[in-house]
């Protein structure tokens, strides 16, 4: 029997190599830019074209290559970086691997222009499918010059399953943005179809988390400094009133190197304690400086994964510090119930502390000129409700907000037009409209809206109900004809991050379909000349906004079209809120209009609209 095992050709193992280094577009921008620091680079410039798919440059001033080194980089197993096994134990490198240049140029077109200082001809050498078509010398200037083009040519299957072009240039802005934040001395620009997206001077660490964050999160910044004879941490947590509902400004660094870890994590959320509602991020950019022989960093090959020789102290040491930094810039627990840090001063009517007693009390003006205003004026409302609950024991004030909910965006009026209807009625089970002679529909902690039907009652959720209607109001606006659009008063300019800029640019053409007139004004603003009319948000578009592409950023993985996806977005972002005290006729509304959508059971995230209650199965229930 013949022998069966044999090596496979070069270029097929680099391809399989291919398959761990090479993802998507995202990883081949992490290696370049890596190895251009690497090179000892100051200014580094990186060019892409449609989302990557089409082209990915790299271009620096680092020290260059000579032409021997420029065409043995695409070897397998070929670097400078280390040399024997124990050097893995201390590097301070990005790079040691040697795989990241041979497997892109296995699955790509590369053309590389490199040129040291000493030489007064530099090299210039195309690869394709990993063979070597072209190498002579050229003219170019000190440094590397280096293009991935048509990446997965020669791998279709592998093209095919990228995902759409704002998915991958989400995933290229965020490598981008983990390698600039890690070298704010350096020079880093970014553009996107001959688009400058970033332009980031060399600066400090602040200056860049601003740059790439956005202006608002300058006031947000606490610092974070620590050392000892084990470990170093520094950097910067956000404020406690400063947080979001989904990840993307949370950044570990080890040894300048970006890393992925749920376990650190927790133990900087565990620093803030009580300070953060529920299912949200803070903010925090640390870098932790450790001996590299204590930790391992040749567990995966992105190199995002680490290994502590002991993980359970660095969790003690950086809870300990972040909880520290935010108790000595005075970031503790206050009566801040709602986490509101911007109420408008207001005279405070001080009211008694009988239950009964109905004195007016006195107005007074507790403002102190040592504090801020709003901070007073939100902590004494506070106090207010507080003293209010004792005098009303067994009410619900309206309009009070659970402490764990965060306020609704938008009031319940002008999403859902309230008719005028009977004051007793209630769904039909057929119909789906009310029914005279029965009871009004009730409201339930604020949550759930009870109804009553001829078999029993339903038990509404008035969030996944108001998602489901707004979301189909949304669509129709997309596809069909465009929402109603209120002129603002005064045009106003927004000033958004540089990644959430790029991706409104993106989808401009849908956003205005849905009501806004946006119209770009250079670089990361925009004007606002108008927004929809049933939301009634004059003065509050820039958090619309926000909350929007927040919610649009988390529905790319998913694969909708944009359309179902800003509908979805557009929803949740505007949709009620656990906590928002309704009539009775807002709830009847609210009803109907459910049961008049074409999937009424449904949330648009799968969530269910209501529940029914038969009274057959409730009498079982109390027979046992």
């Given amino acids: 029997m013949a022998d069966v095992i044999q090596l496979l050709p070069e270029n097929v193992a680099n391809q399989i190599a291919a398959g761990e280094v090479v993802q998507r577009p995202a990883s081949v921008v992490k290696e370049l830019l890596e190895n251009a620091i690497d090179a000892g680079a100051s200014q580094l410039k990186l060019i892409v074209r449609d989302a990557g798919k089409t082209l990915i440059q790299v271009v620096d001033n680092g020290c260059g290559m000579s032409e021997p080194d420029a065409r043995m980089c695409f070897e397998r197993h070929a670097t400078s970086k280390i040399h024997d096994a124990k050097d893995l134990f201390a590097i301070h490198t990005f790079g040691f691997r040697g795989e990241a240049l041979a497997s892109i140029a296995a699955v790509a077109q590369v053309?590389?222009?490199?040129?040291?200082?000493?030489?007064?001809l530099g090299t210039r050498i195309v690869i394709?499918?990993?063979?070597?078509?072209?190498?002579?010398?050229?003219?170019c200037p000190v440094g590397t010059n280096l293009a991935v083009k048509n990446l997965f040519f020669n791998v279709p299957a592998r093209r095919n399953f990228l995902k759409s072009e704002p998915v991958e240039m989400r995933h290229v802005l965020d490598e981008f943005q983990r390698v600039a934040m890690a070298y704010p001395d350096l020079f880093f620009s970014l553009h996107h179809n001959d688009q400058e997206i970033f332009h980031l001077p060399p600066g400090t660490l602040r200056q860049r988390v601003v740059k790439i964050f956005g202006d608002a999160v300058n006031k947000k910044l606490v610092p974070v400094q620590?050392?000892?004879d084990i470990l170093k941490i520094s950097g910067f947590v956000g404020k406690p009133d400063y947080f979001k509902k989904a990840r993307g400004e949370q950044l570990f660094f080890v040894n300048h190197r970006f890393i992925k870890s749920n376990y650190l994590h927790h133990a900087v959320v565990s620093a803030?304690?009580?300070?953060?509602?529920?299912?949200?991020?803070?903010?925090?950019?640390?870098?932790?400086?450790?001996?590299?022989?204590?930790?391992?960093?040749?567990?995966?090959?992105?190199?995002?994964?680490?290994?502590?020789?002991?993980?359970?102290?660095?969790?003690?040491?950086?809870?300990?510090?972040?909880?520290?930094?935010l108790g000595s810039h005075n970031i503790t627990p206050t009566l801040d119930f709602e986490q509101e840090p911007a109420f408008q001063p207001t005279p405070v009517r001080t009211p008694s502390l009988r239950p009964g007693n109905e004195s007016s009390g006195s107005v007074r003006d507790y403002s102190r000129p040592d504090r801020p205003d709003s901070l007073d004026q939100s902590n004494l409302r506070n106090w207010q409700r507080l003293y209010e609950g004792l005098e009303l024991i067994g009410q619900q004030p309206q309009g009070v907000q659970p402490a764990d909910e965060e306020e609704p965006l938008f009031p319940i009026e002008p999403a859902?037009?309230?008719?005028?209807?009977?004051?007793?009625?209630?769904?039909?089970d057929e119909s789906g409209s009310f029914s005279k002679g029965q009871k009004e529909p009730y409201?339930?902690?604020?949550?759930?809206?009870?109804?009553?039907?001829?078999?029993?009652?339903?038990?509404?959720?008035?969030?996944?109900?108001?998602?489901?209607?707004?979301?189909?109001?949304?669509?129709?606006a997309l596809r069909e004809r465009p929402a109603a659009m209120q002129k603002a008063m005064f045009p106003k300019t927004l000033h958004l991050p540089a990644a959430d800029a790029a991706l409104l640019r993106e989808i401009l053409p849908e956003i205005n379909h849905l009501g806004f007139d946006l119209a770009e004004f250079g670089g990361?603003?925009?004007?606002?000349h108008g927004y929809p009319a049933e939301l009634g948000i004059n003065g509050r578009e820039e958090e619309l906004l926000e909350k929007l592409l927040d919610q649009y950023k988390d529905n790319l993985e998913l694969q909708l079209g944009t359309a179902e996806n800003l509908a979805r977005s557009m929803a949740r972002s505007a949709a009620l809120r656990k906590g928002q005290m309704l009539g009775a006729r807002e709830m009847q509304d609210l009803i109907d209009q459910l049961f008049a959508c074409e999937v009424p059971y449904k949330s648009p995230s799968g969530r269910n609209c209501f529940i029914t209650f038969e009274l057959e199965e409730l009498q079982k229930r109390f027979n046992g």
């Fill in 111 to 120: 053309e590389l222009r490199t040129r040291r200082a000493i030489d007064e």
């Fill in 443 to 476: 409201q339930v902690h604020g949550q759930y809206i009870v109804s009553q039907i001829k078999s029993g009652f339903l038990l509404i959720d008035q969030q996944a109900a108001s998602e489901r209607i707004l979301y189909e109001r949304y669509l129709e």
């Fill in 272 to 325: 803030y304690e009580d300070l953060l509602p529920a299912d949200t991020y803070p903010l925090y950019v640390l870098f932790l400086e450790i001996d590299p022989s204590r930790i391992d960093i040749n567990v995966h090959p992105t190199k995002q994964e680490i290994k502590f020789d002991d993980e359970r102290l660095v969790y003690n040491y950086l809870k300990v510090t972040v909880r520290h930094a």
């Fill in 416 to 428: 859902f037009q309230v008719r005028p209807s009977d004051e007793n009625a209630t769904l039909d």
């Fill in 524 to 528: 990361s603003a925009f004007i606002v």
């Fill in 226 to 228: 620590e050392e000892t």
């Fill in 128 to 139: 394709e499918n990993s063979a070597v078509v072209t190498q002579e010398p050229c003219q």
